[in-house]
């Protein structure tokens, strides 16, 4: 059974830094591409950042340059490094592992808050 737990949410100022941990288990960590969304109230889910199995990361543009995606796959762990976090940041963060082939599986995290306010 796929299992997603994120750690680290949490109340930060404007400016401020915060670091996003997602564990994995019941998936073969190593072969498959994870992910992390947020969602704020009245908006749909949206595409934060993005690893590939092989290392290669995308973002989506408002957080480029402030948002650091990394994966340890000695840990089955995914990151998320925030930084000069603003309070459109705001949202609940999920983790996703998704994998297209053999073993096929599109998993999600409990979700995390992130709140930015002064």
């Known amino acids: 059974q796929v299992q997603l737990v994120e750690y680290g949410g949490g109340l930060v100022q404007p400016g401020g830094s915060l670091r996003l941990s997602c564990a994995a288990s019941?998936?073969?960590?190593?072969?498959?591409?994870m992910g992390w969304y947020r969602q704020a109230p009245g908006k749909q889910r949206e595409l934060v950042a993005h690893i590939t199995s092989g290392g290669s990361n995308n973002y989506a543009d408002s957080v480029k340059g402030r948002f650091t995606i990394s994966r340890d796959n000695a840990k089955n762990t995914v990151y998320l490094q925030m930084n000069s976090l603003r309070p459109e940041d705001t949202a609940i963060y999920y983790c996703?592992?998704?994998?297209?082939?053999?073993?096929?599986?599109?998993?999600w995290g409990q979700g995390t808050q992130v709140t930015v306010s002064s």
């Open positions: 019941g998936i073969i960590f190593k072969i498959t591409d």
């Open positions: 996703n592992a998704r994998r297209l082939s053999y073993p096929v599986y599109n998993a």
